[in-house]
Nanobody, 118 residues
Framework: QVQLVESGGGLVQAGGSLRLSCANF????????MGWYLQAPGQRRELVAT???????DYADSVKGRFAISRDNAKKKLYLQMSTLKPEDTAVYYC????????????WGQGTQVTVSS
């Protein structure tokens, strides 16, 4: 069972920046897309940003212009650069990959906490 591993979360003041990283996706065959999701307490998991195997990106309206998703194939890492952070960005952030050799499925990490203080 492949599990992705996130890192880079923490406590930051409003207006600050953080970069999240995700590893282990090289263990997944035939990845169609990867992404970052967030889940605030008592809320559903929401899409933050995605990047396809072809490099196309998409963002939730709430983070457009502030967050950037990227992939470094040489380092085998997925990143989420978060800038101009707001208290409402506070959540657990999860890395996701959609792929599979025979059956396409979603793979997840354990999540990393991001807390933005006002």
């Amino acid at each position: 069972q492949v599990q992705l591993v996130e890192s880079g979360g923490g406590l930051v003041q409003a207006g600050g920046s953080l970069r999240l990283s995700c590893a282990n996706f090289e263990l997944i065959f035939n990845i169609k897309a990867m992404g970052w999701y967030l889940q605030a307490p008592g809320q559903r998991r929401e899409l933050v940003a995605t990047i396809t195997s072809g490099g196309s990106t998409d963002y939730a309206d709430s983070v457009k212009g502030r967050f950037a998703i990227s992939r470094d194939n040489a380092k085998k890492k997925l990143y989420l650069q978060m800038s101009t952070l707001k208290p409402e960005d506070t959540a657990v952030y999860y890395c996701n990959a959609n792929g599979g050799l025979v059956v396409q499925r979603d793979y997840w990490g354990q999540g990393t906490q991001v807390t933005v203080s006002s």
